[in-house]
């Protein structure tokens, strides 16, 4: 899917990360994968995505449905698609490699895929999804991210003009504690817990015998899902994330931290970050290709 001149997602590049491995970790992989399954579903390409999963739960011997990933209850639609593009997975998924990624530091020859492809005019979505405490998020269980790692980084992505905003979205407990130390421009942080709140789990799944999905992320993607194509619902303001996700949803309080110079979050719209209808071709940039100019000696 080729992008069209009027879309507002065209320079927008995204990572979307679950940290959790093991089977019982089931929801953070469909958590992740749901947001993913959503900007595909809108025309988004995998080079604009980096996709993080250390953990293949679709194809572990525990999973009733094998090579499927549920996100619902309801439905039981699979969100584990065939194109599916994941660029990092198992022992590739380290703090080291997390944190390289968004400031931007590769080993010469590393693979221009597993890039994040930002620049001083572009817009960044990283969602994040795992376990977390006050002022640290895990990392398979072994390592974790501290706030000040969060802070140093997006200073570092200042410095080099890697981004001209950045939305982040952290679904994990005591989620606001890791923006403390956060002070790096035009950084809108969006946290479902405030300290000494849980990111709670939702709907589980008897079959599955495990957890399907987390309560925020359960309803951002119905939201997405259920977009109606009004305006009204089409312009959502970052400032109308705490009453479309409320406490009665949640079980927790999500609050919003912002960097942003000259922007207020009456100002900053969802659909300029995620696509909320399907994004259309441009035919003017879509390159013909004349089959008479194939060499046919190049296919025996």
Known sequence: MILGKGDQTDNVFYILLSSSKF??????TG???SIYHHLKKMGVTDDRIILMLPENHACNPRNAFPGTLHFEIDTRENLYCDD?????KGDDLTYETILNLIRGRYDQGFPQSKRLQGNNKAKLF??????GGENFFKIQDTEVVHSED????????????????????????EAMSLFDQVDAPNIIMVGTSITGQHALSYQTDGQINTYLNDRFTYHFYQYLKQWNGDKKSGKVKLSEFPTLFTFEKLQSDLRIKSTHKTRTLDQIYLNEYIPLK???MDSERVQRFNLSDIDSSLFF
Do not use: W
């Not at 089977?23 to 953070?28: D, L």
């Not at 599916?84 to 990092?88: A, K, L, S």
């Open 23 to 28: 089977y019982f970790n089931y929801r953070h």
């Open 278 to 280: 399907p994004l259309k």
């Open 150 to 173: 969060f802070a140093k980084v997006f200073n570092e992505m200042a410095e080099k003009d890697m981004y001209e905003e950045v939305l982040l979205l952290l679904d994990t407990c």
């Open 126 to 131: 990283i969602y994040m999804n795992g376990h």
């Open 31 to 33: 958590n992740t994968i």
């Open 84 to 88: 599916i593009e994941i660029d990092y």
